[in-house]
Nanobody, 126 residues
Framework: EVQLVESGGTVVQAGGSLRLSCAAS????????IGWFRQAPGKEREGVSC????????YYADAVKGRFTISSDIAKNTVYLQMNSLKPEDTAVYYC???????????????????WGQGTQVTVSS
């Protein structure tokens, strides 16, 4: 059974840091691109970052560039999202998703992803 499980979400003060984890099971990470998305209350879900399976290249939305870092640990079949300098506008439910045919520069297109996690809540207080 294919499964993605996010963890690490919590309440943090503005300017703080968090690391989210996305643990994959039922498939090998190196065969899939992994994307992180987020959805804030009353807003549409948006792409945050992606790591390509083919070459490990990383991509970021402009809103998080320079503050967030995506990485993967193939041995642990886990992808991480390190979030620094957090802002209240980063508050959202964060989801990870896996796709076998993701065109990484177009990572924000949700239709490219085959599997989704259940999400983890990140709240940044001001």
């Amino acid at each position: 059974e294919v499964q993605l499980v996010e963890s690490g979400g919590t309440v943090v003060q503005a300017g703080g840091s968090l690391r989210l984890s996305c643990a994959a099971s039922g498939f090998n990470l190196d065969d899939y691109a992994i994307g992180w998305f987020r959805q804030a209350p009353g807003k549409e879900r948006e792409g945050v970052s992606c790591i390509s399976s083919s070459d490990g290249a990383t991509y970021y939305a402009d809103a998080v560039k320079g503050r967030f870092t995506i990485s993967s640990d193939i041995a642990k079949n886990t992808v991480y999202l390190q979030m620094n300098s957090l802002k209240p506008e980063d508050t959202a439910v964060y989801y990870c998703a896996a796709g076998s045919s993701v065109v990484a520069p177009l990572f924000t297109s949700e239709y490219q992803y085959d599997y989704w996690g259940q999400g983890t809540q990140v709240t940044v207080s001001s």
